[in-house]
């Protein structure tokens, strides 16, 4: 990458500065914390943590609301994750880049997705509540292009096969988180060998860790899968909200 199209802040330097360490994962935190499903419900006089779940996030309001609701979470909480990452990927100068990003950078860069996830699922704004940082989550990686995109669409697809197939939203969650880490690697083995692989180390890490707070935050709907009480997803173009006594999502 030619140092004169990049930022003033990335060509100074080749690493992040401690000022952008500090304030890059900061406004990801804030942006992330906005309590999207929150202020959706509470506009048609519904308080999300009372009902369902009692989860912050889009399955929940979509349940309580109606699919279009849902979709409309998921949209706005992706761009959460989305925004801080295409921002501070410029500023660094790691967005689109292939090569020639030192490590430091990476790691801020990830820094930043961590904290617009973290944001969404301890918002301050509601009492450290939130959702289980999954389109969140999508929004942030999706954006750390080249490296991220192509593995978190793939995960998305396998996502909306699995909710098709099974109708279980927490299940196909988890089975989308995981495969974004198996992606890149088997992707980077094909390309580089074990030397591709640790050219994506960073990245590897990373979606690994998301993919187990993932895990973690899912873990009641995970003893409902073992229990067979997990709550399933309507398929077709019902959009009407989930009825009372319903198993929670």
Known sequence: MDPASLPPAAAASGDPTPLLWALLPA???VIGSFP????LARSRGVDLGAVGSKSYGATNLGRTLGRTWGIACFLIDALKG??????????????????GVSS?????WITVAAAAIVGHTLSPWIGFKGGKGVAT????????????TLPTAQALAIWVALVVAFRMVS???IAAAWSIPAAITVRALFDGGIDGVRSVGPYVIASLAIAVFITI??????????AGTESKVKLGKSDAPATAGEPKP
């Open 27 to 29: 406004a990801a935190y």
């Open 36 to 39: 999207t499903a929150h202020l």
């Open 82 to 99: 989305a925004i801080p990452v295409v921002v501070a990927g410029w500023l660094l100068g790691a967005l689109g880049a292939t090569s």
């Open 104 to 108: 430091a950078t990476i790691w801020c």
């Open 137 to 148: 989550g999508f929004g942030a990686l999706v954006a750390m292009a080249p490296v991220m």
């Open 171 to 173: 299940f196909a969650s």
């Open 217 to 226: 935050k899912h873990r009641a709907n995970l003893a409902r899968i073992r």
